[in-house]
């Protein structure tokens, strides 16, 4: 059975930092390209960052410089550090993996950015 489990949501006030993590179980972690998404309400789910078995990363404009991917094999596990976080930040992030036809997602945790 795949599982990924999102950890590190929360509520932070602007300009400070979170660092999500998904720890990946039941699958072959060093073939998977490895995602972040995003979906703020009424939003369709946007992509946040990807990282390629690789090691390949892709961003979304609106997250360049602030957030960084990053994966330990080792650990199946694919993190989200963000920094200098804005209100528009706010959002449910989930963890996708892909490999081929194979597609699976988190259930996503919540960040919130506020004052």
């Known amino acids: 059975q795949v599982q990924l489990v999102e950890s590190g949501g929360g509520l932070v006030q602007p300009g400070g930092s979170l660092r999500l993590s998904c720890a990946a179980s039941g699958i072959i972690f060093s073939r998977y390209t490895m995602g972040w998404y995003r979906q703020a309400p009424a939003k369709q789910r946007e992509l946040v960052a990807r990282m390629t078995l690789e090691g390949i990363s892709i961003y979304g404009d609106y997250v360049k410089g602030r957030f960084t991917i990053s994966r330990d094999n080792a650990k199946n596990t694919v993190y989200l550090q963000m920094n200098n976080l804005k209100p528009e930040d706010t959002a449910v992030y989930y963890c996708?993996?892909?490999?081929?036809?194979?597609?699976?997602w988190g259930q996503g945790t919540q960040v919130t950015v506020s004052s």
């Open positions: 996708r993996a892909q490999w081929d036809w194979r597609d699976y």
